[in-house]
């Protein structure tokens, strides 16, 4: 219910936006335009307000392109051929394709529009100066209505979701956990993996959400440390995801052993205990590390970061315990002894990926990486301040 609530106030907030940034931007063309229902303008705001200050800039960039391309080569046409139905054709594939060129992204119908309306008047060139000033003022003051009013920050939202994520995946651990106790039947056994399959949407969906929360830390004011908060969850979930599959094949494991052992136990009662009792530190320590990375609280981060080390330890001794208690039971009954060895493999890898200071070398890495990137490729506010103060340090040098 509080995701609901959370959802239908941020449909209700963006609503409110859209509707106050179009109607500014009307009034703002009527009062700077002689058209007397300049609805272009309004229709460009709308399109260009966005969820997150980023997107509002993609969007009106392109959108802006896409009118200013789509204008210029309708009134090429109009001044060389004219209107007919192989004219409007010859246009409308030459609009498609400079939509594509020029970078239109999803405004690409955009140029093929704008120019079919140029078209279809008897003034093109003064019809399509009006639409570009049009689309300009739209664009305009839709930029602005997120500049003076910053969308909220999405970073919140994609937390819970990873929280969330983690919590699925934990109980799901324990889940399986009780399933090696005793006889299970192989329909129980596969119900987990199906469960754990549907891990895959489930990333997916958290996934989007991370991906928005990204966007709204770019050219955000109200963002000190944007680069850092966008790395540690990316990896984080990146992190979750291994973890998913891990489940995934851990699951079919336990399913293909149940299905060779319908009439009884999967595991000797003192190594049933030992993996449930494993499988329960690794579940543990995955809600940790979902904590961990959504955690901004410095003392909470140390709290959850000091659960995570200790049930990674209890889940390396617990992993020796189970290798020497499958060792001896596969060298006493060697039946299906390859998926106790994928089984322990599994194990493996799950403790590896969840590792604190494995975790830490990678988002060394990750923040090495950009700086790197933006070196090569510095952003245009940094490449203006370094044109700016290349003079100051000659003059320094000099």
């Known amino acids: 219910m509080v995701d609901l609530a959370k959802r239908r106030e941020r449909v209700v907030t963006q609503t409110l936006r859209s509707t106050v940034a179009a109607t500014l931007a009307y009034l703002a063309a009527l009062w700077l335009t002689d058209s007397q229902a300049p609805l272009l303008a309004p229709l460009t705001a709308l399109l260009v307000v966005q969820v997150t200050l980023y997107a509002t800039l993609t969007s009106g960039l ?14 090429g046409f109009s001044a060389l051929v004219g209107l007919s139905w192989w004219s409007l054709a010859l246009l409308i594939f030459a609009s498609l394709t400079l939509g594509h060129v020029v970078r239109a992204g999803q405004f690409v119908p955009e140029v093929a529009i704008s120019a079919m309306l140029v078209l279809s008047v008897t003034r093109a060139a003064e019809v399509g100066v009006a639409r570009v000033v049009e689309t300009l003022i739209g664009a305009a003051v839709g930029l602005l209505f997120n500049v003076i009013f910053v969308p909220p920050v999405r970073v919140r939202p994609a937390e819970e979701a990873i929280e969330d994520l ?35 949407r489930d990333i997916t969906q958290v996934d989007a959400s991370l991906s928005e929360a990204e966007e709204s830390l770019r050219f955000n004011p109200r963002v000190k440390e944007g680069l850092l908060t966008r790395i540690v969850l990316r990896t984080g979930l990146d992190t979750l995801e291994i973890c998913a599959v ?42 940790s590390f979902a904590v961990l990375i959504t955690t901004q609280v410095s003392s909470s981060a140390d709290a959850a970061e000091k659960r995570l080390l200790e049930e990674l330890d209890a889940g390396h001794a617990g992993r020796e ?42 988002l060394a890495d990750e923040l090495d990486r950009h700086s790197r990137e933006q070196a090569k490729h510095p952003s245009l506010p940094r490449r203006a301040m370094q044109r700016l103060m ?8 000099i």
Not at 171 to 190: K, S
């Open 321 to 362: 315990r189970v290798a020497r208690l499958l060792l001896a039971n596969v060298q006493r009954h060697p039946r299906q002894w390859q998926l106790h060895g994928s089984l322990l493999s599994d194990i493996d890898r799950m403790l590896a990926e969840l590792d604190v200071e494995r975790r830490s070398m990678r």
């Open 390 to 397: 290349a003079p100051i340090d000659r003059r320094v040098e």
């Open 62 to 75: 392109r959108r802006v392109n896409a009118v200013v391309a789509g204008v210029t080569l309708a009134v």
């Open 166 to 200: 983690g919590r699925r995946m934990q109980r799901l651990l324990q889940r399986m956990g009780d399933e090696v106790i005793g006889h299970t039947p192989v329909e129980r056994a596969a119900a987990k993996l199906y469960e754990a399959r549907e891990l895959d």
């Open 246 to 287: 891990i489940l995934r094949t851990t699951s079919r494991t336990l399913t293909d052993l149940a299905g060779k052992r319908t009439e009884e136990s999967l595991y000797t009662p003192e190594l049933a205990d030992a993996l449930q009792a494993l499988f329960t530190h690794l579940a543990g320590a995955l809600d």
